[in-house]
């Protein structure tokens, strides 16, 4: 799929062409405020919200481990959630 590129002159022809986003008055301009400031409780909303998932109880840790290929290819071939299969057999073997 190739990507075609716009110059900022289509760009600005575009969006001046787009009959839902009209320019904005001086007057509207000057009554302006902060998205924070017309709508506090929403953007206090974004702000907790912002970063993802929720944080785990238990989060898990990134490592780098070197494992035979048929063991990684046994555990794929199960399918979506081989990782979360992988980590309870290691649980298993660890006695935990």
Do not use: C, Y
Request: hydrophobic share 40%; proline share 7%; no cysteine.
């Amino acid at each position: 799929m190739s990507r075609k590129h716009l110059s900022e002159d289509q760009i600005q022809r575009m969006i001046a062409s787009d009959p839902e986003a009209p320019k904005a008055t001086d007057d509207q301009l000057a009554q302006a405020r902060p998205f924070s400031e017309a709508f506090p409780a929403l953007a206090d909303a974004m702000r907790r919200n912002m970063g993802g998932r929720p944080k785990a109880e238990n989060p898990k840790v990134a490592v780098s481990l070197r494992l035979d290929q048929d063991v990684v290819a046994r555990f794929k071939a199960s399918g979506p959630g081989w990782q979360t299969r992988m980590n309870r057999a290691l649980r298993e073997a660890a006695g935990l």
